[in-house]
């Protein structure tokens, strides 16, 4: 068996790993010229350190990332709504990471190097397409930047992980349609800020029809005044949008405005957001889930099979279960990687579908909605008239059934 895994992001290089761990031969092909930091925060969720400390990765990438103590809602007026503990400090057997995401590719893309040979990691090969014979895969590649054509690749099987612009999906969905925007824009930044709350909060604030924002620290001691680098995501139902890009840099005056009276006692916002180092812009889009990922000898992995709108904290992490997924089922039937990928397919692509519509409409977030509506979006003087702490925990807890982190079913399964 030898895996060809198009795409190095989180996706690709989790499944390199788990696969070299496995025992099957893979080599992992990425557009990219190198791989270099790019991105802002991104957050891990028990479900998915579990699987990479499986790996062997919880330890670089705690000393990396910060652990995550505790998620807080706040109304736009300052407002706490609810608290609850996160990761090891809710209970679970692994933690909450929140990490740039470029720290999260260094490190699976140098452990993937040190354990399976930095040969078997290609950068700056853009695929272009594929084809199938009866017993294998081939992979068409182009150089990066010259455009030039690079020699087909063969596979037993070739895995799609290249992300929200696919071309592995296109050209086994050539009649999707394009993305569908929410209604909702998003401006993401870093800023070097000293800690706030309890140093690792991650802090959901105000609603999407007047401005929401989600911050959280991705970096600690940063420096010698001991800051974070602290992520911040500013969204606001927009009826425009730009088409996505994951590097269009942001304007503050287009959303500023929006917070300009967030000066609470445990953060000032529009400071903070005004001393940011990058701002970047992205549409909040996703695509309807796709009935089918595998195709014979070929599948898709994370991003290229489900691309969500980024309210739940799980991007990053349905593509690692993905990759246990895809890892264990061609495992188990080593000698028909097709029905591994049906099987694989048959794991994943409901549960994924599930976790995409839940981001739509049932988020953690949904907290700070029912808050808005019921309180007409003004502050109010006692939380719990206005919705019961059991209310607020079923929202949260719900989510985590769908998106697979429910503690107790955590903990049962394997
Ligand atoms: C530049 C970038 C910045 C991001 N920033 C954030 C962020 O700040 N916060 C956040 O929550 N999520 C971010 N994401 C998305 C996040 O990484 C994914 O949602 C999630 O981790 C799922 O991982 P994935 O492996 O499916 O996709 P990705 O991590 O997006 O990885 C896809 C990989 O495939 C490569 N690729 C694309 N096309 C081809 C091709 N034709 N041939 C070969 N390789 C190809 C890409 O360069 C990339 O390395 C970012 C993604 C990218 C690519």
Redo the contacts with the bound molecule.
């Keep these: 068996m030898d895996v060809i895994i198009?795409?190095?992001?989180?996706?690709?290089l989790t499944l390199g790993l788990a696969l070299h761990r496995a025992g099957i031969a893979c080599r992992i092909?990425?557009?990219?010229p190198a791989i270099t930091p790019?991105?802002?925060?991104?957050n891990l969720l028990p479900h998915a350190t579990r699987e990479l400390a499986a790996l062997d990765l919880e330890a670089p990438l705690a000393r990396v990332g910060v652990t995550t103590a505790e998620a807080c809602f706040f109304n736009r007026f300052g407002q706490l709504i609810y608290r609850e503990a996160l990761g090891r400090a809710a209970g679970y057997a692994s933690p909450q990471f929140s990490i740039h995401?470029g720290d999260l590719q260094r490190v699976l893309a140098e452990a993937f190097a040190a354990r399976a040979g930095i040969d078997r990691l290609l950068t700056g090969?853009?695929?272009?397409g594929f084809s199938q014979e009866p017993d294998r895969a081939t992979v068409h590649f182009e150089h990066a930047k010259s455009g030039e054509p690079l020699p087909p690749q063969h596979g037993t099987v070739a895995i799609g992980?290249?992300?929200?612009?696919?071309?592995v999906r296109k050209q086994l969905h050539p009649h999707e349609g394009e993305p569908l925007y929410s209604g909702y824009n998003m401006w993401?930044g870093l800023t070097r800020w000293p800690p706030f709350l309890s140093g690792a909060s991650m802090v959901r604030a105000g609603w999407l029809a007047t401005g929401k924002m989600v911050i959280y620290p991705i970096r600690n001691d940063i420096d010698d005044e001991g800051r974070q680098l602290v992520n911040w995501v500013a969204e606001i139902e927009t009826p425009w949008h730009q088409a996505r890009n994951?590097?269009r840099p942001g304007r503050l005056g287009d959303f500023l405005g929006a917070f300009k009276d967030w000066r609470f006692d445990w953060l000032d916002v529009p400071a903070m957001i005004g001393a940011a180092e990058m701002i970047l812009e992205f549409p909040m889009v996703d695509q309807e889930p796709l009935p089918r990922w595998s195709f014979g000898r070929v599948t898709l992995?994370?991003?290229?099979a489900h691309p969500m709108v980024?309210r739940g904290s799980n991007?990053?992490g349905q593509?690692i279960l993905d990759a246990r997924a895809l890892t264990d089922c061609l495992s188990a039937v080593r000698d028909n990687p097709v029905a591994a990928l049906r099987a694989y397919q048959e794991r994943r692509l409901e549960a994924a579908a599930n976790v995409v519509r839940a981001n739509r409409t049932n988020p953690p977030d949904a907290i700070l909605r029912e808050v808005y509506l019921r309180s007409g979006d003004r502050p109010f003087d006692d939380i719990d008239q206005l919705i019961s702490r059991r209310e607020l925990a079923a929202i949260s807890d719900n989510y985590k059934r769908v998106a697979g982190y429910d503690r107790e079913a955590l903990a049962r399964s394997r």
Excluded: F, K, M, Q
């Excluded at 092909?29 to 990219?32: D, G, I, L, R, W």
């Excluded at 992980?161 to 071309?167: K, L, Y």
């Excluded at 992995?301 to 290229?304: E, K, T």
């Design positions: 198009i795409g190095a992001g989180i996706g690709g092909y990425e557009a990219s790019v991105g802002v925060g991104i995401r090969w853009r695929c272009i992980c290249d992300g929200i612009h696919s071309v993401r994951w590097n992995l994370g991003d290229a980024p991007g990053a593509a």
